[in-house]
């Protein structure tokens, strides 16, 4: 029988496993170390301290080391950094760190749950300097947030544009402080393609964030930090976000196995390479169940379910291991965002035969308050019709869309299983043909070969090389902002103006959002013609597609003027 179980590490796995275990056995001893003074905190919502939203920092703080011991018996030590692990003896060494001392705990099991640190690259000049700052606690926020009070900051630079670089910028934008984003990469949030990115873009620079891609940070300077293109940006304060790294020490002393990802490596259990030690959180290697080959994955929710997996392991109950998918979401000013699966990019570097759909319906019924655009791209497996992924951007519930395909994933769920699936309506919240089931109808109908289409991304090169280009809209929609090279024959007058419309050669259609020009390319074949394509996303995508790269690059436009309503 177990009696000892000591966990490294609180927060979401190494708390999750704690109260498991209890519940598990109510007679074992369980004691848990941190290294930090908290032991149970919200880090996804550490950002919002800066903005005031989280208006008091102690309370992203969850549950305390007394809540810990009248609540569940469990013994949670602070301010306990775990140094070294005697395999042999079972046993942790432990320094208190606030007076110094150490000490040894042995232990029947041990849980490791040690997390992952920021990057920060020794290399660059500054990087070291007292106004620079990473988000990993609530004591790291506190410090940040206190720093930018008192010295009455009026400038900060957030090197990275992932989760917490963008979260950690939009909330100092929202505390009314001047932010520039530095991103290495062509974009931000890279579980979203390209094309969907520059949606999360506009939105950024729409509200006051200096965004710069295709850079990366050289040095920093008092006031000032140097770009690796030469751009020299105001910044009395700078936050480091440009990735983390497992924290695998503890374990590589221990001679435990480290997996390709540079992760600890553990079994489908979560068992380490010493079967009495598990390990569970953004330390270790996970199964890319799409990918087919170990990564890592850092996020709350997979860490809770495999604290839980492994507390039962060390019980005897048994854990089915599915892999994980990679499903995320995150807000941004006043765009939602989510994601599931692979996008175009992952799919297309793992070797899958695929495709994409990418739709522009209305989050709820038109007639609605609140009703707007919701952003949608599918992909999709080809011949199969097997779900990949999907990315979901809009002012609505895309999370709600999101989930939904995150279900049909871990189902090994196809397009034909979408379209049919039943799913809740009303005015207020969906329509009666959801985005999803929606999505699913576009991507049949161009897996079957009944409708053809080309992305956004090919739109500038089809102006440029003046391609026959039909605006279904209406000719005060068009007067209001075309392509440059665009006919405009709406879709209420196509029928009677067919002889301008060629047939020896591509014709390629946009209205707004999709739907009339779907509906023209369908009338069109019906009456014979074989050479016909739809714009995906239409005049709306390709305005916030173009859009983001006209402004910083100032290349010529392929519009006469955006159009975003």
């Not at 110094?100 to 990087?127: F, H, N, Q």
């Not at 009677?496 to 047939?503: A, G, N, S």
Request: hydrophobic share 40%; glycine share 8%.
């Amino acid at each position: 029988m177990t009696n000892k179980i000591l966990i490294v590490g609180g927060v979401a796995g190494g708390a999750s496993a704690a109260a498991r275990l209890r519940r598990l056995d109510e007679n074992a001893e369980i004691i848990m170390f941190d290294k930090g003074p908290h032991v149970s905190f919200s880090n996804c919502s550490l950002p919002y301290h800066l903005s005031g939203i989280v208006e008091d920092s102690q309370s992203l703080v969850l549950s305390s080391p007394e809540t810990f011991k009248k609540r569940f018996n469990i013994e949670a030590r602070t301010n306990s950094e775990v140094i070294s692990i005697n395999r042999e003896k079972k046993t942790i060494m432990i320094k208190d760190t606030v007076s110094g001392k150490t000490y040894e705990e042995a232990y029947d099991k041990l849980v490791l749950s040690p997390g992952a640190a920021p990057v920060r690259p020794g290399s660059i000049d500054g990087i070291h300097n007292k106004n620079v700052f990473t988000v990993r606690n609530v004591v790291d926020i506190e410090r940040l947030n206190a720093y930018i009070k008192e010295n009455e900051l009026t400038d900060v630079a957030v090197i990275g544009g992932g989760f917490i670089g963008v979260e950690v910028a939009e909330n100092l934008r929202l505390a009314d402080l001047n932010v520039s984003v530095i991103e290495f990469a062509d974009q931000i949030m890279t579980p979203y393609d390209y094309d969907m990115a520059q949606i999360l873009h506009k939105e950024m620079i729409d509200h006051g964030v200096n965004l710069i891609v295709n850079d990366g940070l050289a040095k920093i300077n008092d006031g000032s930090i140097e770009t690796q293109s030469g751009k020299q940006i105001k910044a009395q304060a700078v936050v480091l976000a440009i990735g983390v790294k497992p924290e695998t020490r503890l374990a590589e002393d221990a001679g435990l196995e480290i997996g390709e990802t540079g992760a600890i490596k553990v079994d489908h259990n979560y068992v380490t390479s010493d079967s009495n030690i598990y390990a569970v959180g953004d330390a270790i290697e996970v199964y890319h169940r799409l990918l087919h080959k170990p990564a890592r994955l850092a996020l709350a929710g997979p860490a809770q379910k495999q604290a839980r997996a492994a507390a039962d392991h060390i019980y005897g109950i048994p854990n089915r291991n599915l892999g994980v998918i990679g499903s995320s979401s995150i807000h941004l000013f006043d765009l939602n965002a989510a994601s599931t699966g692979l996008n175009a990019r992952t799919a297309e570097n793992a070797g899958y035969s695929w495709d994409s759909v990418y739709i522009l319906p209305a989050d709820k019924v038109g007639l609605m308050p609140n009703s707007s655009v919701m952003h949608f791209k599918l992909v999709y497996e080809i011949p199969t019709g097997r779900i990949l992924g999907a990315q979901a951007i809009g002012k609505g519930n895309v999370d709600k869309r999101i989930d939904v395909i995150a279900a049909m994933i871990t189902m090994n769920g196809t397009l034909e299983d979408l379209k049919d699936l039943e799913l809740t309506y009303s005015p207020m919240l969906g329509t009666a043909k959801d985005v999803v089931n929606h999505a699913a109808l576009v991507a049949l109908n161009q897996l079957y070969g009944k409708y053809r289409e080309v992305k956004v991304a090919q739109v500038r090169e089809l102006v440029e090389n003046n391609a026959f280009i039909i605006d279904a809209r209406e000719q005060n929609e068009y007067n209001a902002g075309h392509l440059k090279n665009a006919v405009n024959i709406p879709l209420s007058e196509f029928r009677e103006r067919l002889d301008e419309i060629p047939k020896d050669k591509d014709v390629y259609v946009h209205c707004r959002s999709g739907q009339r020009s779907y509906n023209m390319v369908a009338a069109l074949q019906n009456l014979g013609f074989t050479n016909v394509f739809n714009i995906s996303g239409s005049y709306l995508g390709i305005s916030l597609y173009e859009y983001f790269n006209d402004l910083v690059t100032g290349r010529e436009k392929i519009v006469t003027a955006y159009n975003f309503r």
